[in-house]
């Protein structure tokens, strides 16, 4: 047995439901943080970014799974619905605390959305994760057809485009992580390009 | 010049000093009493002048403004500098004076503050970012420090350069802007008895993150403004580059006077978060010339504000 193949044996082994359940404590944990004084002095901003940033990582694992299959035959396709409904709870939670504890004003709220570049994409981002959130179940693959659904969740590539260049336009002066997250995802989708491309050569 | 603010607000009003009093004010204290810049007992206070400008203002406690703070040259993030700035060296520290004035030359920091009155002054203190604090510095008025060095005819601005070391200083390492970091002041506004050169807070010597050993305090200002950690002062005829107008024109003006009405480009100036507020703290509109109004409008009286942010 190879080594992949091993660790696809360990992974059929963990329960989906025990991703779903790590997965939902962070922000539950970030909250109780927050109202503890464990964040800091500001723990609004704290959460918010934090939140932001879970998302972003999550959403790297869940682009990475194909790439990962393809190089080294472990795959995580499995957990790759329950990764992609974290992903969509953190932004959910991200934006939530920006709304209701950051903004607060509803009036301020829309006019960021329509006035600042960055919100704008960050919202765009989180309006085209939703119908993907609404599908990723076994009934909407079947309504959908396997093919519109693989083709309207490919919708993920261009979410993470804009969470990423979110992040990026939020920096101020010249930082180096935000562009770090940007690289590894464009890294990751140009992946997706070239790998079976190469396969078929070999 | 000093002495001229009254009220009723007595040092003692503030904050019972036990309930802020931690290990890292300890640590403070300390690095002062090491440094030989303050002689005195363990918690070298300041024994600064009791005026008590801010009667009306509640101040952020010493934890809240010692532990969230925008010093890039030790980090970008705001527990960065509390984190890394210990390794700042402050004795000697020497200040170059130069440009347009009668007594140029190289002043160490006991020079530099003798014969100035250590005065607090409780100060609103707003970023850019849209958050605020409310900070008991302990500092004299820059016009005091001027009038001393002698102010030549010519000298329409005043700039201000932050110690370039990036061995102590770690994030000058990286070029998040283009360090040394620079600011500076029409000169009526550096004349202005707000402003002040800050050497402490909480009639403590100043801590490191917050730009230790001296730096500028200008409150109707966004923060950014008031540069720390000086080792330069120049009198100059023509507006001196600042650092993050050079970094973005479109965001950051030379003025950068704290103002409801004109937005930054990513984000509206019109509330502000209150720093030590906790999770669900209300957002409160942000003021004019952040409630300094009735002050320093004048300065800027036939200015078109929207142009010159």
Same mark, same amino acid.
């Given at each position: 047995?190879?080594?992949?193949?091993?660790?696809?044996?360990?992974?059929?082994?963990?329960?989906?439901?025990?991703?779903?359940?790590?997965?939902?404590?962070?922000?539950?944990?970030?909250?109780y943080?927050?109202?503890?004084g464990?964040?800091?002095?500001?723990?609004?901003k704290?959460?918010?970014?934090?939140?932001?940033?879970?998302?972003?990582?999550?959403?790297?694992v869940?682009?990475?799974?194909?790439p990962?299959?393809?190089?080294?035959?472990v795959?995580?396709?499995r957990?790759?619905?329950?990764?992609?409904?974290i992903?969509?709870?953190?932004?959910?939670?991200?934006?939530?605390?920006?709304?209701?504890?950051?903004?607060?004003?509803?009036?301020?709220?829309?006019?960021?959305?329509?006035?600042?570049?960055?919100?704008?994409?960050?919202?765009?981002?989180?309006?085209?994760?939703?119908?993907?959130?609404?599908?990723?179940?076994?009934?909407?693959?079947?309504?959908?057809g396997?093919?519109?659904?693989?083709?309207? @969740?490919?919708?993920?590539?261009?979410?993470?485009?804009?969470?990423?260049? @979110?992040?990026?336009m939020?920096a101020?002066g010249?930082?180096?992580?935000?562009?770090?997250?940007?690289?590894?995802?464009?890294?990751?989708?140009?992946?997706?390009?070239?790998?079976?491309?190469?396969?078929?050569m070999a | 010049?000093?002495?001229?603010?009254?009220?009723?607000?007595?040092?003692?009003?503030?904050?019972?000093?036990?309930?802020?009093?931690?290990?890292?004010?300890?640590?403070?204290?300390?690095?002062?009493?090491?440094?030989?810049?303050?002689?005195?007992?363990?918690?070298?206070?300041?024994?600064?002048?009791?005026t008590?400008?801010?009667?009306?203002?509640?101040?952020?406690?010493?934890?809240?403004?010692?532990?969230?703070?925008?010093?890039?040259?030790?980090?970008?993030?705001?527990?960065?500098?509390?984190?890394?700035?210990?390794?700042?060296?402050?004795?000697?520290?020497?200040?170059?004076?130069?440009?347009?004035?009668?007594?140029?030359?190289?002043?160490?920091?006991?020079?530099?503050?003798?014969?100035?009155?250590?005065?607090?002054?409780i100060?609103?203190?707003?970023?850019?970012?849209?958050w605020?604090?409310?900070?008991?510095?302990?500092?004299f008025?820059?016009?005091?420090?001027?009038?001393?060095?002698?102010?030549?005819?010519?000298?329409?601005?005043?700039?201000?350069?932050?110690?370039?070391?990036?061995?102590?200083?770690?994030?000058?390492r990286?070029?998040?802007?283009?360090?040394p970091?620079?600011?500076?002041?029409?000169?009526?506004?550096?004349?202005?008895?707000?402003? &002040?050169? +800050?050497t402490?807070?909480?009639?403590?010597?100043?801590?490191?993150?917050?730009?230790?050993?001296?730096?500028?305090?200008?409150?109707?200002?966004?923060?950014?403004?008031? &540069?720390?950690? &000086?080792?330069r002062?120049?009198?100059?005829?023509?507006?001196?580059?600042?650092?993050?107008?050079?970094?973005?024109?479109?965001?950051?003006?030379?003025?950068?006077?704290?103002?409801?009405?004109?937005?930054?480009?990513?984000?509206?100036?019109?509330?502000?978060?209150?720093?030590?507020?906790?999770?669900? +703290?209300?957002? &409160?509109?942000?003021?004019?010339?952040?409630?300094?109004?009735?002050?320093?409008?004048?300065?800027?009286?036939g200015?078109d504000l929207?142009?010159?942010y």
């Amino acid at each position: 047995m190879t080594i992949a193949q091993r660790i696809n044996l360990g992974l059929s082994r963990v329960p989906i439901w025990l991703v779903y359940l790590i997965g939902a404590l962070p922000p539950v944990w970030l909250f109780y943080l927050g109202i503890t004084g464990g964040l800091g002095v500001d723990p609004v901003k704290a959460m918010e970014h934090r939140l932001g940033e879970l998302a972003l990582q999550v959403l790297v694992v869940v682009l990475a799974v194909t790439p990962l299959r393809n190089w080294t035959g472990v795959s995580l396709v499995r957990f790759r619905r329950a990764l992609g409904l974290i992903t969509f709870y953190y932004v959910v939670c991200h934006l939530l605390v920006w709304l209701v504890l950051d903004v607060q004003i509803l009036s301020q709220i829309w006019a960021d959305i329509l006035k600042r570049p960055y919100i704008t994409i960050g919202m765009l981002g989180f309006v085209l994760m939703t119908p993907l959130a609404i599908t990723s179940n076994n009934l909407s693959i079947r309504k959908l057809g396997p093919k519109t659904w693989k083709r309207l @969740h490919q919708l993920t590539y261009a979410t993470a485009i804009l969470g990423a260049v @979110h992040f990026v336009m939020l920096a101020k002066g010249f930082q180096i992580e935000p562009l770090v997250y940007l690289g590894v995802i464009l890294a990751l989708l140009a992946a997706r390009i070239k790998i079976p491309q190469r396969r078929a050569m070999a | 010049m000093a002495g001229r603010y009254r009220s009723d607000l007595k040092w003692s009003d503030v904050t019972p000093k036990a309930g802020w009093l931690n290990r890292r004010e300890l640590m403070a204290g300390a690095g002062a009493l090491a440094a030989g810049a303050i002689a005195g007992p363990a918690f070298a206070s300041l024994g600064a002048k009791k005026t008590s400008y801010g009667s009306d203002l509640e101040p952020n406690s010493f934890e809240d403004i010692t532990s969230y703070n925008n010093f890039y040259e030790f980090g970008t993030g705001k527990d960065d500098p509390a984190r890394n700035a210990h390794r700042l060296t402050i004795d000697p520290w020497t200040v170059k004076v130069d440009g347009l004035v009668d007594k140029p030359g190289d002043y160490s920091f006991d020079d530099l503050v003798s014969g100035m009155t250590l005065e607090e002054r409780i100060y609103r203190f707003r970023c850019v970012e849209a958050w605020s604090m409310v900070v008991p510095w302990v500092g004299f008025e820059l016009a005091d420090l001027l009038n001393k060095v002698g102010v030549q005819p010519g000298a329409k601005y005043v700039a201000f350069e932050t110690l370039v070391r990036p061995d102590e200083m770690t994030g000058q390492r990286r070029n998040v802007l283009n360090w040394p970091y620079r600011e500076g002041l029409r000169i009526d506004e550096a004349m202005h008895p707000l402003t &002040i050169m +800050a050497t402490g807070l909480y009639d403590e010597p100043m801590p490191k993150q917050n730009g230790a050993p001296i730096r500028l305090v200008v409150p109707w200002k966004y923060g950014f403004k008031s &540069i720390k950690s &000086i080792v330069r002062i120049s009198l100059t005829e023509d507006e001196p580059p600042t650092s993050w107008n050079l970094a973005n024109p479109r965001e950051y003006g030379f003025y950068s006077n704290v103002n409801p009405n004109v937005d930054h480009p990513r984000w509206s100036q019109a509330s502000e978060r209150q720093i030590g507020g906790g999770l669900f +703290a209300k957002r &409160i509109p942000t003021l004019m010339f952040n409630g300094y109004e009735k002050e320093v409008a004048g300065l800027y009286s036939g200015m078109d504000l929207e142009e010159f942010y």
